[in-house]
């Protein structure tokens, strides 16, 4: 008896020593206190696990985008005209040479042009003159532009995006009383584990009754199609969606189905046409 009873305390003991080896071997899921934040955070208390169940934890986030004025005037200036001004930025960002010609523009075109450079003289992130007779603007790059080449490259569509998906979703919920939202703005997220800084950057999310919203922008040529068909199906299940906003009007949605593409000129109506499908009224 005494040795069956010393056989069975073996046998659980060697049970426990194997599960105590398993347990060394488990990762740690501790959270970072960054994300901790977040978890605990009232505002994202739907946020945060509808993250974390795609295997991401939120690090950093905007509840309230804060643009000043003034920027937020120059990105939708630079939004309207933007077919005008690209090349000009182009060059002003990336060229060698400090000239752009305009012998063949239009006065329209040039008017356009004359104007954006007094703008950013005034922001002394240029000086310039025009040579009437060479029909060639001359330009200096200055000290001041330093660090703005990702506004002036993306980010002021970014501003112009979210200007205009918060105006659709206030009219939305204004003709439908009660209906609630709350948007979330620059998040990162961080895979568990990773030794990364941040694995994934958002422009926006926006909360809603029974999903969630991602919107990506895209101001240039290049879509990155293969990284907007992957979020398209890490996030895209039930009411929630991931859409990506482009500049180029010439795109036709339909033929991207079922990914989601919104261009500027249409963004308010296309989003608004969403809402309603998915949120239609009684």
Known sequence: MRLIKQQFL???SDIIDREKASLDNTPNFEISEEAEKFRNSRSTKKLFPFFEDKGYHIISLTEKQSIPRE??????????????LFPFIKVLIHGKDETFPVENESQETLTCLLN???NFSDRKWISYGYN????IINFKRLGDLKGEEQFLTGIYGEYETAKLIEQALQEFAKEKNGFKYKIFHDIKLKKLHSQKQNDMQLDLAVQLPEGFYIFETKMGKTLAIDKWVDRTRLFASGKNRFITCCADETLNPKIFQPFRLFNLEQLKTQLTDLLQKDYPSP
Do not use: M, P
């Open 132 to 135: 009437k007779k060479e029909k």
């Open 10 to 12: 073996d046998y659980l």
């Open 71 to 84: 920027r937020s005037q120059l990105a939708s200036l630079l939004t309207k005209n933007r077919k005008i």
């Open 116 to 118: 954006i450079c007094k």
